[in-house]
């Protein structure tokens, strides 16, 4: 199976200034990994995914940060906004188990200052 | 709008009963999940359905089933109903399988009084 925790359940930030939201996950075969954002009463958004084969993608404003060797993934946010203000979610995935098993840690609530 | 449907949007009824929550995927996905969100357990996987046939089992109750039909829209049925049932079912979609991004619906808020 697969646990994954999140390091810190409420991050708080000044608008203009980057984020960083940790994530661990315990199951070496893992290698699929997700963020996603979810504002109150939305169903969860994708924000951007990395393989285990990559080690850094980058999106718009985002870059998702994977260190397989010690188990742990990054959501960076640059310039955060008060639109990014939500909880975001780390989910990781493998073919242990069979079929497509999104385990989530328990999230992050991000809040943006202004 | 992710492209993932679910109705109905809000439901509430009485312990012991059984209620039905649709989804509609997205156009050309055929793996539909259904996950359980509540507040002291997070986002629970429950069940996978691919292309009409169950793919993967998750911490699903046995009071719970889900199908998929031949139009690759699914439901889930809760029945037996508990209070601690009460919480948001959402419905996802992706192409296929494990490495294809999964979308999800803007969720059902199922409350159980």
């Known amino acids: 199976g697969e646990s994954v925790g999140l390091h810190l359940p409420t991050l708080s930030v000044q608008e203009g200034d980057n984020s960083i939201i940790n994530c661990a996950y315990s199951?070496?075969?893992?290698?699929?990994f997700i963020w996603y954002k979810q504002e109150s009463g939305k169903g969860p958004q994708f924000i951007i995914d990395?393989?285990?084969?990559?080690d850094k993608r980058q999106g718009q404003r985002v870059t998702v940060l994977l260190n397989k060797t010690v188990k742990h993934l990054s959501l960076q946010i640059a310039a955060t906004q008060p639109g990014d203000s939500a909880v975001y979610f780390c989910?990781?995935?493998?073919?242990f188990g069979g079929g497509n098993k999104l385990t989530f840690g328990t999230g992050t609530q991000l809040k943006v200052e202004l | 709008d992710s492209g993932v449907t679910q109705t109905p949007k809000h439901l509430i009824t009485a312990t012991g009963q059984r209620v039905t929550l649709r989804c509609s995927p997205r156009?050309?996905?055929?793996?539909v999940y259904w996950y359980q969100q509540s507040l002291d357990q997070g986002l629970q996987f429950l069940i996978q359905?691919?292309?009409?046939?169950?793919?993967a089992k998750g911490n699903i109750l046995e009071r719970f089933s889900a199908q998929q039909f031949p139009d690759l829209h699914s439901e889930l049925n809760l029945s037996s109903l508990e209070l601690g049932d009460s919480a948001l079912y959402f419905c996802?979609?992706?192409?296929?399988?494990?490495?294809?991004?999964?979308?999800f619906g803007p969720g059902t808020r199922l409350t159980v009084l």
């Open positions: 996802a979609s992706s192409l296929q399988g494990y490495t294809d991004t999964q979308y």
């Open positions: 199951n070496s075969a893992s290698d699929y």
């Open positions: 359905y691919y292309n009409g046939e169950e793919r």
């Open positions: 156009s050309g996905d055929l793996s």
């Open positions: 990395i393989r285990s084969n990559m």
């Open positions: 989910a990781v995935s493998g073919l």
